[in-house]
């Protein structure tokens, strides 16, 4: 079967680091997404991965590794406004989003 | 601005009785889905639609209908076979189905049968 893991929940100091790991077995890969989203709120896009490597965009960067089915999300210079949810996915060979449950991340003072 | 319009943003049902939640983009995506989304669970697809007047099950479609009349409407119709409908329900659309395929999602409707 498919399947995305990622951490249930993560605690982090703000203006600390946080990397929110994600790992994934899926039919095939087509690319891995990385979604933020608040309390109730609708899921926004942070970031696009398709090839090996690191992908900057301000304060987050993500990461993916396909020989280990590995991805990481990497949030820098931590705010109170980044408590959310963030979600990790795969597209397989056929297109399909494969979702994974979400990484609670709360900001601490 | 563009984006997607779900309503209602709360709603109550009673056992028995179907409800239909409201999704609108204007956008201009071809593309449009139905999540649905329950505590410690990753999104799970109901329906999606590439084109106006063809749509497409997806991994949990039993108990759910839906139409694509218009290429800005995509309905869905949480029907009283729904055994557990429950759920936080979002819309989306995207340009295509392929490739770099970024999702914008609409804000959410949460359905409580009481």
């Known amino acids: 079967g498919q399947n995305i893991d990622q951490p249930t929940e993560m605690t982090a100091t703000e203006g600390a680091i946080v990397q929110i790991n994600c790992t994934y077995q899926?039919?095939?890969?087509?690319?891995l997404f990385w979604y933020q989203q608040h309390a109730g709120e609708a899921p926004t896009f942070l970031s696009y991965?398709?090839l090996d490597g690191l992908e900057e965009k301000g304060r987050f960067s993500s990461f993916l590794s396909r020989s280990k089915g590995y991805s990481y999300l990497l949030l820098k210079e931590l705010q109170m406004k980044d408590s959310a949810s963030y979600l990790c996915?795969?597209?397989?060979?056929?297109?399909?989003?494969?979702w994974g449950a979400g990484t609670k991340l709360i900001i601490k003072p | 601005d563009g984006g997607i319009t779900q309503s209602p943003k709360y709603l109550f049902r009673k056992e028995g009785q179907n409800v239909t939640l409201s999704c609108e983009q204007n956008?201009?995506?071809?593309?449009m889905y139905w999540y649905r989304q329950d505590p410690g669970q990753g999104l799970r697809l109901i329906y999606y639609?590439?084109?106006?007047?063809?749509?497409q099950k997806g991994d949990i479609a039993e108990g759910y209908s839906v139409s694509r009349e218009k290429k800005e409407s995509f309905p869905l119709t949480v029907t009283s076979a729904q055994k557990n409908p429950t759920a936080f329900y979002l819309c989306?659309?995207?340009?295509?189905?392929?490739?770099?395929?970024?999702?914008?999602f609409g804000a959410g409707s949460r359905l409580t049968v009481l």
């Open positions: 989306a659309s995207s340009e295509g189905l392929s490739g770099a395929n970024v999702l914008t």
């Open positions: 956008l201009n995506h071809d593309a």
């Open positions: 639609s590439q084109i106006v007047n063809d749509f």
């Open positions: 899926t039919s095939g890969f087509n690319g």
């Open positions: 991965n398709v």
């Open positions: 996915a795969v597209m397989d060979s056929n297109y399909q989003l494969i």
